[in-house]
């Protein structure tokens, strides 16, 4: 009985454990927001690096909200899906901390680094 007991309650932590880490069908999968996320902050360095250095007359805020819709129509995520599933991401820090350091890895590599002006990648 004893045993039974153990068993049972360890099957009941396990799966709570599991079922913590599960995104629900409503939420972008953690694959999908690492792109969105990825997009987004690269969008936000194209602006800030590339177009309002180049044109100061551009509205820095409106343009920024710009090129974040046009990373959410290209991945095919209305705003409110993004919302929705950063909030939940903000719940859950252990799996945004993941989604993050993905990201963080994606930003290493040299091939997906844009350079700045007056900079250029390191000879290989």
């Known amino acids: 009985m004893r045993s039974l007991l153990l068993v049972l309650m360890s099957s009941i ?21 690492e792109v969105v996320l990825f997009d987004m902050l690269r969008s936000g360095n194209l602006v800030n690096s590339f177009l309002l250095t180049k044109d100061s007359s551009l509205p820095k805020e409106q343009t920024h909200i710009n090129w974040l819709n046009k990373v959410l129509t290209f991945h095919n995520v209305s705003e409110q899906e993004f919302k929705q599933s950063f909030a939940y991401y903000q719940r859950h820090p252990e799996l945004l901390a993941r989604v993050m350091d993905s990201i963080s890895k994606r930003e ?16 290989e």
């Open 13 to 33: 932590l396990l799966w709570g454990c599991m079922n913590d880490q599960a995104v629900p069908p409503s939420i972008l999968s953690p694959a999908k927001m």
């Open 108 to 123: 290493e590599d040299p091939l997906i680094k844009i350079s700045k002006p007056g900079r250029t990648l390191p000879a």
